[in-house]
């Protein structure tokens, strides 16, 4: 797709013939063919790469700042806070960033779900999809411990905790990821380093991911493959340049809301007590982004059993391109499909609700039926829907559902007209 | 030639160019200032220095500002010494009377000014200092006198607070 390029420059002639660098860059992201239908769901992969290279600048001048020792580290993200010259700024744009990057990555995901974008051929870009979010939770939960706040502290010993669910090895493997007894200084050191390194695994990730989606090309709303050399394409740039930037910066507004009007609401205020290890908070929850995945855990009354399922909550989402059975891909062409959709979508926000909710009597019950259907709405529902949904017919091509009916029936008539700009 | 007519676009384009040169420029600042010295550095930024324990003839040294600082006392011979320099001998002309605020007590950064090495009291060609790294020779004024260094060395603001008492920076 890239090899017509041709460097207008002297200078960059002699570099591309060496090293077809430019060539790649181009191709990739200038005329790289894109369908012509595309909505505002599929504006999220650009705002994801700005949230991850936001997370990456803002995190590299923090850790100039921050000291990695149980004993200083509360106090140099004060230090951070109250000296350092727009150190409230750098660091508010660092933790709201995190949860803008999980707000998006969430639509993102929903946004394949919906329109199958996981499905044949693209099962190898949905499971790296999967793989960065895996990172992407790991770094996170790094991240919130680095403050050395009470939330902190606690988060990282429960999270830690887990680990001796496993059979036989799980205090030996405790004991090594702690360096120690108990979370202290040399479990702050490895999570810093470890917090560092991850997200440009990420950055890796998404370079594969994107590699692996301008193979197949992107899917659409439509959910069918693009007719090639029609006139279902359109280059990436301009036309997805502009509405990604536009996109981008309705997105830049609410978290420049967040930044300067609220930037403590998606945190918990008990962060800003100094970890103590002599006292856990009253009431102990993750991060927002986290809570489904935390009522899961919390819904199972066996240790190994909660952390075994929490992880297959995740883990399941990379089989499902083989999961879900149906041909069809979008949702719109699948009346059953979508119904159960929205009804999983509102059953991840129920557990998200249970996950901040203290885990006793009804909200234990509920929480037990909704992580049920989390698991029914893959093992069962995805499998059978593909045998027993009538879909709807698919249109021909992406430019056939553009038309509008009167179009549609003027060219059923055999008038002049075609799929592209109509004058009346 | 034609008259070129100024369209929309162009003001569009214009006005879209600068919002996003201002606003690149706004975002970039805090990453870059974020290196100066923040509030808790500058808090340290001035030291009160107590000159009675120093006798003629003795220096102490301070830290201000992560650097060392020279106080001494001079001598009545090293006062007359720094006076009585020809200013043309200088290769940094500069009177020993610009340097003080009272002949008695030289107050300077003992940074070389040459590569940043402390030079050694009392020592050199000149009676003064004498920097070990390079050989820069400063005489009883802090003055340099021979070798690679450009530039006397630095007298830091400071004020006399009473008769016994100074304030650096």
């Given at each position: 797709m890239s ?6 420059s ?26 012509k239908?595309l909505?505002?769901w599929w ?6 790469t700005?949230c991850?290279?936001?997370q990456?600048?803002t995190g590299?001048v923090l850790a100039?700042?921050y ?5 200083l580290?509360?106090?140099s993200v004060?230090?951070i ?8 700024l750098l660091r508010y744009?660092?933790?709201?960033g995190?949860?803008?990057?999980f707000?998006a990555v ?7 779900l919906?329109y199958g ?5 693209r099962?190898?870009i ?6 960065i979010?895996?990172?992407m939770?790991?770094?996170a939960f790094m991240?919130y ?9 606690w988060g990282a010993t429960v999270?830690t905790?887990?680990?001796s669910?496993i ?5 030996a ?6 360096g120690?007894?108990?979370?202290d200084s040399p479990l702050l050191?490895?999570f810093?380093?470890?917090?560092y390194l991850?997200?440009f ?11 692996a989606?301008h193979v197949?090309?992107?899917n659409?709303?439509e ?16 036309h997805?340049?502009i509405?990604?930037a536009?996109a981008?910066?309705v997105f830049m ?5 967040f930044?300067?009007?609220?930037p403590n609401?998606l945190g918990h205020s ?6 103590n290890p002599l006292?856990?908070?009253e009431?102990?929850?993750?991060e ?6 935390y009522a899961i855990l919390?819904?199972?009354?066996d ?13 399941i989402?990379?089989f499902?391109p ?8 979008s949702?719109?062409?699948r009346p059953?499909?979508k ?8 059953d991840?926000?129920?557990?998200g609700?249970?996950?901040s909710?203290?885990?006793?009597g009804i909200?234990l019950?509920v929480g037990?039926?909704?992580t049920a259907y989390?698991?029914?709405h893959?093992i069962?529902?995805?499998p ?6 009538k ?7 992406i430019s056939?559902?553009?038309?509008t009916?009167?179009?549609q029936?003027?060219?059923?008539n055999g ?10 | 030639?034609?008259e070129?007519?100024?369209t929309r ?5 214009i006005?879209?160019?600068a919002?996003?040169a201002?606003?690149?420029g706004?975002?970039a600042?805090p990453?870059i ?10 808090a340290l ?11 003629p003839g003795q220096?102490?040294?301070i ?6 600082v ?10 007359t010494?720094?006076q009585k320099?020809a200013?043309t001998?200088l290769p940094?002309?500069?009177?020993d009377?610009?340097?003080v605020q009272n002949?008695e007590?030289?107050?300077m ?5 040459h ?11 000149y ?5 070990p790294c390079?050989?820069s ?7 340099i006198?021979k ?6 060395l630095e007298?830091?603001?400071y ?8 304030k650096?920076?």
């Amino acid at each position: 797709m890239s090899s017509d390029y041709k460097p207008s420059s002297a200078v960059g002639k002699w570099f591309n013939d060496r090293l077809p660098l430019l060539d790649l860059i181009y191709g990739h992201m200038l005329p790289y063919p894109t369908p012509k239908n595309l909505n505002y769901w599929w504006t999220f992969g650009g705002i994801l790469t700005f949230c991850l290279l936001t997370q990456i600048v803002t995190g590299l001048v923090l850790a100039m700042h921050y000291v990695a020792d149980a004993d200083l580290a509360f106090q140099s993200v004060e230090h951070i806070m109250r000296d350092v010259n727009y150190g409230w700024l750098l660091r508010y744009i660092h933790a709201n960033g995190a949860s803008l990057f999980f707000m998006a990555v969430y639509i993102h995901m929903a946004r394949s779900l919906f329109y199958g974008s996981y499905k044949e051929p693209r099962e190898l870009i949905w499971i790296i999809g999967v793989f960065i979010f895996l990172l992407m939770i790991a770094t996170a939960f790094m991240g919130y411990v680095l403050p050395w706040g009470q939330m902190s502290f606690w988060g990282a010993t429960v999270i830690t905790n887990l680990f001796s669910a496993i059979p036989f090895f799980g205090d030996a493997i405790t004991t090594w990821l702690w360096g120690g007894y108990s979370v202290d200084s040399p479990l702050l050191t490895r999570f810093f380093t470890l917090h560092y390194l991850m997200p440009f695994l990420i950055f890796a990730l998404v370079v594969l991911h994107v590699w692996a989606l301008h193979v197949p090309g992107n899917n659409n709303p439509e959910g069918i493959d693009v007719v090639k050399g029609s006139q279902d394409t359109v280059p990436f740039h301009p036309h997805y340049v502009i509405k990604d930037a536009f996109a981008l910066m309705v997105f830049m507004i609410i978290f420049a809301g967040f930044v300067f009007f609220v930037p403590n609401i998606l945190g918990h205020s008990d962060n800003y007590i100094p970890a103590n290890p002599l006292q856990t908070p009253e009431h102990i929850v993750p991060e927002w982004y986290f809570l489904p995945f935390y009522a899961i855990l919390r819904s199972v009354p066996d240790k190994l059993g909660g952390v075994i399922l929490m992880v297959s909550a995740i883990a399941i989402l990379a089989f499902l391109p083989w999961l879900d059975t149906s041909k069809v891909r979008s949702a719109k062409y699948r009346p059953l499909y979508k119904q159960f959709y929205w009804l999983f979508i509102a059953d991840v926000i129920l557990l998200g609700y249970l996950g901040s909710q203290v885990s006793s009597g009804i909200y234990l019950i509920v929480g037990r039926i909704a992580t049920a259907y989390y698991f029914m709405h893959f093992i069962i529902v995805m499998p059978l829907l593909g045998f027993f949904e009538k879909t709807k017919p698919l249109p021909k091509s992406i430019s056939e559902p553009v038309l509008t009916k009167e179009e549609q029936k003027q060219k059923e008539n055999g008038s002049a007209v075609t799929g592209d700009f109509v004058y009346k | 030639m034609g008259e070129k007519k100024v369209t929309r676009r162009n003001f569009l384009y214009i006005t879209t160019g600068a919002f996003s040169a201002a606003g690149a420029g706004a975002v970039a600042w805090p990453f870059i200032t974020q290196m100066n010295p923040d509030a808790s550095v500058k808090a340290l930024a001035s030291t009160e220095v107590d000159l009675r324990p120093i006798v003629p003839g003795q220096s102490i040294t301070i830290l201000w500002r992560g650097k060392p600082v020279f106080i001494r006392r001079r001598t009545k011979e090293e006062i007359t010494e720094a006076q009585k320099v020809a200013i043309t001998d200088l290769p940094d002309p500069e009177d020993d009377t610009e340097r003080v605020q009272n002949p008695e007590w030289l107050v300077m950064v003992g940074v070389c000014t040459h590569l940043g090495c402390i030079p050694l009291g009392q020592k050199g060609d000149y009676n003064g200092w004498y920097c070990p790294c390079h050989g820069s020779h400063y005489d009883t004024s802090g003055r340099i006198r021979k070798g690679p260094a450009p530039t006397n060395l630095e007298i830091p603001e400071y004020v006399f607070l009473n008769d016994n008492t100074i304030k650096i920076g």
